[in-house]
């Protein structure tokens, strides 16, 4: 383990090399980040929706068990998610080694292509493939996306600083972690932690949403009305609740 002085000062030089990064390299990179989180989400489903009536909330601890294999692959195999650059740009930004600009330009960027990603796996593997379609995958994608989009605006941008509070600390735990095993449980915990209390995650709300519309099941209005609050609440989550505590503590 590095020490949390020596995670900071990680954290704030990946933050510099991602506003760095080509145009091209953040376009590819943010797609693949936004189709492995919506991937993720997509073997949620399909794990548990059969048992979702039976098991309760068990079952939704298991489908949160399978979900952070979005995250583990974006972060140890290459990626680009907004979630986690809210916390690592805005962290550079705190350190003034990125300009307000950067951390904009990055922002709009990562999420354009996020979205991109998101809507891909949306529509191609869960509506032409069919399995976010038919039988229970479609009735287990209709509720959840009926519960994403039920919530209040004010309750969405809390439910998203939770959200990304945590995914900001699987974020922070992978960089202070030198050994694969010590990342995988770094991420695996608080991802898995958020996803089953049931915060919201903007990038992971594009996909389960426009699978619903795909799918007759939400509209275009209400997805617009959901991924706002919950978006603002992940900045919040990630650049001051974990980048914003952490640079104020640990920042000589």
Not at 64 to 88: D, K, R, S, Y
Not at 226 to 241: D, K, L, Q, R, T
Request: glycine share 12%.
């Amino acid at each position: 383990m590095y020490s949390l002085e020596e995670t900071l000062a990680i954290t704030i030089k990946k933050g510099k090399a991602k506003v760095h990064k080509p145009l091209r390299a953040k376009l590819i990179l943010g797609f693949i980040g936004g189709a492995m989180i919506s991937l993720g989400y997509l073997a949620y489903i399909r794990v548990i929706s059969s048992i979702a009536d039976q098991w309760g909330s068990f079952a939704s601890l298991i489908g949160a068990m399978i979900f952070p294999i979005g995250l583990i692959v974006i972060l140890l195999g290459g990626g680009e998610l907004i979630t986690g650059n809210m916390f690592v740009v805005s962290t550079a930004w705190f350190d003034k080694k990125v300009s307000t600009k950067e951390l904009l330009s990055n922002f709009v960027v990562i999420t354009f292509a996020n979205i991109i990603g998101s809507l891909f796996v949306a529509y191609f593997f869960g509506h032409l493939v069919g399995l976010t379609s038919t039988g229970v995958y479609l009735h287990e994608t209709l509720t959840m996306a009926a519960a994403k989009i039920k919530a209040t605006p004010l309750q969405a941008f809390i439910s998203g600083i939770g959200c990304n509070w945590f995914v900001g600390l699987s974020v922070w735990l992978c960089y202070g972690t030198k050994d694969t095993v010590g990342k995988y449980l770094g991420i695996w915990f608080p991802v898995t932690t958020f996803v089953a209390i049931g915060f919201q995650h903007s990038v992971a709300n594009v996909f389960i949403i426009s699978a619903a519309i795909f799918e007759n099941g939400a509209t275009w209005k209400e997805f617009i009305f959901n991924f706002i609050p919950v978006y603002f609440g992940n900045i919040v989550g990630g650049a001051i609740m974990v980048g914003g505590l952490y640079y104020a503590v640990y920042k000589k």
